[in-house]
């Protein structure tokens, strides 16, 4: 039987799309049951109007994540106290998908496209986060305009924003330039200081929704607020 | 009016409710979970001793309202936004025709803003025009996100929102804002999307797009569009309250706001009941950068940006009267707009 650490740990890699945080340190997975090769996830969001489409990629992607498992055959994830509950729980459960789940209430850009906007801000703020880092440490900012990956020494920050740009699709090779945009265009020097205040906006704005769900999380449920991922 | 420390300030509240979520008026669990939503939102970032509990939440009276506002609450006028939800709420939850009463009532104290409905078409551009003349409101209050029949949601840039928009400018109409808030529900007509904004404020150069929540979550998204026109303004209603709850969060937002948009462009809101202007007046008045490197990129808030965020920028596209003693004694700290050359937004 596959253990509960296991499927939690698979779980830590299913993500917020919005608040680029694992739904596992938000608190949105409220439980867990795994008997024989069947789990059962049960998912909660901070409020009842969470918009759908960011609900159905969560529990999609928990349920794929804990089939990911050896020795899970079978996931079933609900997502609790949402007024979407039921589609989101029916289509991904039945595999209809989201425009299956909703079918006459979505249109144009599908999942994908929502992911890969997330995805790229995600990237940005990472990037400001790092590169605010080695401005601390001394770095200026023309010298981060020239400094390649393999510039940097090893480090959680590092590591985190790779993942995000691998993400994306980009190259992490060593030579590859550390500043670029998100398609993967190096910024150049003139531009850095600009590149990394909009940045920093982002960053911002992905910080303070974090916190606030997590406030309301905790407001909803009667539950301590956990600590809060430092800048 | 508030007066702190030898300096006073003219109060505009730019978002102000008259709501009725009573149980007899909620139609359906859209309507439980939406007023239940806004109480969590009041609960969790409101100081303790101004927390109500949920039976007045759902149904306030004008007593209160009067009494928070202008009583203890330094509000010189507020503006009613309307909000219709008449897929939760039987006869809607924050309409125009319940805001009048007050405004009739009060005249010198409230100022109405009416909404439309675009995907009611041909109908509703009549029935629009009807309950201006009806109710001679002043400027609109667009709830993108907001249920019809099928539909979760429309765009600004809608053909019939157009129309709509049309209208505004041949009724005098010259002040619009739009919710842009916290995420709600549409689907993946991701209807708190601010991309809208920035098309038809270039559309429309003549009308003051003021973004309510400014597009929050999606600061910036809202920060980019707001540098780009000059017709864009950024309403405080839900970000304002962080003051309090969130203090480091609030400052980023406003630090951010004042560094894209600038001075001229940030007008303050409550967003009453869901927070009081009293403690967000005072703690805004009081309110400093928390010392560290973090906040070495913004500029000082001053007593003069204060008055014109707490109240003399919305007296500007309002047409209010400020007294003289109220005014901001010099113009421009040289915060925002600061963009010459777009970067690529993600």
Known sequence: MPSRQAVLDALSGVRDPELDEPITDLDFVSSLEIEDGATTIRLRLPTYFCAPNFAYLMVADAQAAALSVPGVERATVFLDDHYASEEINTGVNEQHGFDGAFPKETEG???EELRTTFRRKSFVSRQEQLCRTLRAEGHSSEELANMKLEDLPPS?????????????????????????????????????VQHLRFAKTVRVSIEGNASLCRGLLSTRYGIPEREERTA | MYEKDGEK???VDGHVHYWDASPENTSNRYGEGFISCFYDYHKNLSPEEYVWDYDKYRKYSEEDMMHDLFEIGYVDKAIFQSTYLTDFY?????????????????????????????RRGEVGLKEFE??????NFTGVKLYTAEWHEDSRGWKLDDYWSMKHLEKCMELGIRNVHVHKGPTIWPLNKDAFDVADVDRI?????????????VGLPRLEDFCWIGTQEPNVYGGLAVAMPFIHAKPRYFAQIIGELLYWLGEDKILFASDYALWQPKWLVEMFVDFKYPEDAEFDDYAEITPDIKRK???????????????????????????????????SPA
């Open chain 1, 109 to 111: 850009a599908d999942l």
């Open chain 1, 156 to 192: 959680d920050e590092f590591e985190k924003y790779l993942q995000r740009r691998a993400e994306l699709g980009l190259d992490v090779s060593a030579e590859a330039p550390l500043v670029v945009d998100p398609d993967g265009k190096k910024v150049p020097e003139e531009a850095v």
């Open chain 2, 9 to 11: 300030y003219f109060v």
């Open chain 2, 90 to 118: 039987g006869k809607g939850f924050n309409t125009t025709e319940r805001n009048a009463i007050l405004r009739d009532k009060y005249p010198d104290k409230f100022i109405l803003n009416g909404s439309f409905e675009p």
């Open chain 2, 130 to 135: 009807d309950k201006f003349n009806k109710y």
């Open chain 2, 201 to 213: 404020a270039s559309e429309f150069p003549d009308l003051n797009f003021i973004v309510e929540h």
């Open chain 2, 309 to 343: 965020v707490l109240g003399l920028n919305a007296a500007a596209l309002y047409d209010i009267e400020v007294p003289a003693e109220m005014q901001a004694v010099t113009a421009d700290h040289g915060t925002g707009p600061v963009a010459a050359e777009p970067v």
